[in-house]
């Protein structure tokens, strides 16, 4: 997997193109006050900011990213409910096929996976079925189950053919989720963009060094407040068991961003923790702790004014 490119920016994507936006239409309008402080400062410079700033803006963001992922999220359950049928199906085969033993024989075909890969737990779907090929694959249960016209030839060719399907998706879907590449495509462009803009607002400092009021027009976190007042966003998560689905009371959220303390809650019967009056930022979520029954979960989100930020967190149990 490739390393995970770092942003050099202490703002959000969608901050980060509207200061840039603001900042770069007053150096178009003070272009003048510019070139007399650098030759180089010309209407062709504007224009190359500019595109480079569309450059990374064209990139797809997180959402965009994670559309291919949810695409094959709802395939998957398309494509692992005939596999939980075949179960079922197979388990009628098999109690005329082995009347006094029965019980037995739905073991061996996977009736321990059955419970939890009806619940969207792929590993254990990618186990049902693979102890529903294996027993059709043997030659006397393979024997015992098409016997007085029981179960139909084709049938295992048809619970093969369609785990053959889920897989391919769930193997799809395991590198959709893993790859970084597009992410960090995305931040090594906002990367540049950063860069550029900071040098635009070193030289507005020098260029207006006696005219705090214009200077206030190239100084990044003046604009950014005025774009994103203090306290104007909020965000939202919710805690689920991974297998079962169900909400989890309790549990810690901590998030923190580049500037601010880290702010903690603990979520409520409805396992929602719920952060208002946020500064829009880019914070690092850590959901779980040493003292839960839960794998720790830590990642990175994007909370702008006016969005209704939420990350759903499914946390798989130690």
């Known amino acids: 997997m490739a390393l995970e490119t770092l942003a050099d920016y202490h703002c ?12 770069y239409n007053s150096l178009a309008g003070n272009l003048v006050d510019f070139h007399s402080y650098s ?3 010309i209407i062709g410079h504007v224009t190359g900011l500019l595109g480079v700033r569309t450059a990374a803006m064209v990139l797809p963001n997180e959402v965009q990213r994670a559309e291919g992922h949810e695409i094959l999220h709802t395939e998957l359950i398309a494509a692992a409910k005939p596999c939980t049928e075949h179960f079922q199906i197979l388990k009628g085969y098999i109690k005329k096929a ?3 033993t029965y019980n037995i024989m739905y073991n061996s075909a996977g009736q321990g996976h059955y419970l939890a890969a009806t619940h969207e737990n792929w590993v254990e779907l990618k186990g049902l079925n693979d102890a529903m090929n294996t027993f059709l694959g043997d030659a006397a249960h393979l024997a015992a189950l098409v016997a007085s016209l029981n179960m139909p030839p084709a049938f295992p060719a048809t619970v093969s053919t369609d785990a053959t399907s889920f897989e391919n998706l769930y193997n799809a879907f395991i590198t959709a989720k893993t790859t970084t590449t597009a992410k960090n495509a995305k931040i090594a462009a906002n990367n540049v963009l950063f ?8 030289d507005g400092k020098k260029v207006y060094i006696n005219d705090q009021g214009q200077a206030k027009l190239f100084t990044f976190d003046t604009v950014k407040e005025l774009l994103s007042p203090p306290g104007s966003a909020s965000y939202k998560v919710t805690a689920k068991r991974a297998e079962l689905l169900t909400v989890i009371e309790g549990i810690t959220v901590k998030i923190q961003s580049k500037t601010k303390p880290a702010i903690s809650v603990e979520t409520d019967v409805n396992g929602v923790a719920l952060f208002p009056h946020l500064d829009a930022d880019n914070y690092t979520v850590i959901v779980g702790g040493v003292s839960t029954p839960f794998v720790v979960q830590n990642f990175k989100k994007d909370v702008d004014t006016g969005v209704n930020a939420h990350s759903e967190v499914f946390m798989v149990a130690i």
């Open 39 to 41: 030759p180089s400062y």
């Open 195 to 202: 860069g550029q803009l900071m040098g635009v607002c070193d």
């Open 12 to 23: 959000t994507e969608v901050q980060l193109y509207g200061i840039s936006k603001a900042i």
């Open 98 to 100: 082995y009347p006094s």
